[in-house]
């Protein structure tokens, strides 16, 4: 395929920053023109240059100053997340806790970047000499970051990239930049050499300037189109893609019924259903599910939504009017097609109830894409061979949880889901920062976590002597 030549932008826009909830302006950064992007990555490839020499200790000790500062400033991260985005103030402080775990844990990584040593003399007539095998940087990481952890997504991107002596360029989310643009700040006080980790604001005409710069490995979340364009656009460049899912939870008759209903309302209702891995699709089989609806909807009712910036709210807003406006959109279609809605499917503004729709099917786009929002669709099954090959026909495979203790059926599911990861007892929203994380098909390429994330940002070396 052929692009077409792209369309230089000189701009001196701001981008504006609105509240979710209440719609008012929470601040503003400057929106990078083409040129300015270009001269960011070019500042970065010098910075890079003379860091790719410095030692896993001193990168373990910048990462670990970062992560001094972030705690420092934890409380007006958090309050500029819930500002941003809508996300809970809980929620917000949960994420800037987790955010200095990824950098130390970066740093930490730094100082297990082993290479290996092979001997070449191992078939006949070989040659007697030993290959040592080594990791260095790649250079120049464009990490593109959403919405949705605007400071604890980035720093699965900028800790291992630092970590394996690279530099980094960030274009955060417009949704949501501002927590980014003072995580990036931080870096300089924390000593952080000049250059080495820059910002650029903007929309998708920025992502796109940011992959056509002389880059030399892009990290992207977001969605598959987004990543698509990103991938034609920078070429042969190795891309990092998450790019969301469709995540199935399955609860199977012998399950802890209160505790499958408890974790299906806090993986999916967490920042209004706006995660990746978030509960999508709620498999539920026919021997449970009147005593697990039932138990579903008392919770349900009792979650509370409302202001974000209060701490007795559970649930805040979605990120914008066309968000909720689609969430409506495919309820509406869903219940054409015979869907029933228990409880909630209505929304003042961007504040959703908290929904929960039986009897979905597969081919509603409520289920068939990936949904944005407060909903738990629920699919009753009998047979889990069908029910998992339901799963395994969607375009996407990030995770999947299942709450059962018979183990032939675990057996089952982690050998037959095509998903990049399977949580047993737990919903697909799970992830320790240092596991990878990452899906198959549509969820995108490559692995996150920050012990392989180095490894993925680094390049092997190979010297036989």
């Known amino acids: 395929m052929t692009l077409a030549a792209p369309v230089l932008r000189a701009q001196s826009a701001r981008v504006t920053v609105l509240n979710p909830f209440s719609g008012a302006p929470v601040g503003d950064v400057p929106a990078a023109s083409d040129a300015e992007v270009q001269s960011t990555v070019l500042r970065a490839k010098q910075a890079a240059a003379a860091f790719r020499a410095t030692t896993p200790h001193q990168r373990r000790e910048l990462l670990n100053r970062l992560a001094d500062l972030l705690a420092r400033d934890a409380e007006i991260l958090a309050q500029t997340i819930c500002a941003e985005m809508g996300k809970t103030i809980t929620e917000a402080r949960n994420e800037t806790r987790r955010a200095q775990n990824t950098l130390r844990l ?16 191992i078939v006949s007539g070989g040659v007697d000499r030993q290959a040592v095998v080594t990791h260095v940087p790649v250079g120049v990481v464009a990490a593109i970051t959403p919405f949705n952890y605007p400071v604890n997504l980035l720093c699965h991107k900028l800790g291992p990239a630092i970590a394996a002596g690279n530099a980094v360029v960030v274009k955060p989310s417009p949704k949501a930049p501002l927590a980014a643009d003072h995580l990036v700040g931080l870096t300089v006080e924390a000593g952080f050499p000049q250059d080495l980790v820059q910002v650029v604001h903007g929309g998708a005409d920025t992502a ?15 969605g598959p189109q987004g990543g698509l364009a990103l991938k034609r656009a920078s070429g042969l ?39 990746c891995a978030a509960v999508k699709k709620l498999y539920v089989h026919d021997a449970v599910a009147e005593a697990f609806t039932g138990i579903l909807l008392d919770k349900v009712a009792a979650h509370r939504f409302g202001d974000p910036a209060d701490p007795a709210t559970q649930m805040g807003p979605v990120i914008d009017a066309t968000a909720a406006d689609t969430i409506l959109q495919r309820l509406a279609g869903a219940q054409a097609m015979g869907a029933r809605l228990l409880t909630g499917g209505t929304a003042q503004g ?37 029910a ?78």
């Open 350 to 386: 961007t504040l959703m109830a908290p929904t929960v729709i039986a009897d979905v099917l597969p081919a509603m786009d409520l289920v068939a894409q990936e949904t944005f929002g407060p909903v738990l669709a629920m699919r009753q099954f009998a047979d889990l061979d069908a």
């Open 388 to 465: 998992m090959a339901e799963v395994n026909a969607s375009d996407y495979g990030l995770q999947a949880g299942v709450f059962t203790n018979d183990h032939a059926a675990i057996r089952k599911l982690t050998r037959g889901l095509q998903v990049g990861g399977i949580m047993v007892n737990e919903g697909p929203d799970f992830r320790a920062e240092h596991v990878p994380f990452g899906g198959v098909k549509s969820s995108g390429l490559g692995r996150e976590g920050v012990r392989i994330a180095i490894r993925e940002m680094s390049e092997p070396r190979v010297v036989i002597d």
């Open 208 to 222: 796109l300037a940011l992959a056509r710069a002389p880059i030399d490995l892009l990290s992207f979340t977001g």
């Open 106 to 121: 970066s740093g930490d990584a730094a100082t297990f970047l082993d290479g290996e040593v092979m001997h070449c003399a």
């Open 237 to 275: 460049v190795r891309c990092l893609m998450e790019l969301g899912g469709n995540d199935p939870l399955f609860v199977l008759p012998d399950a802890d019924l209160d505790l499958a209903a408890a974790t299906a309302i806090g993986h999916r209702y967490e920042i209004a259903g706006q995660s």
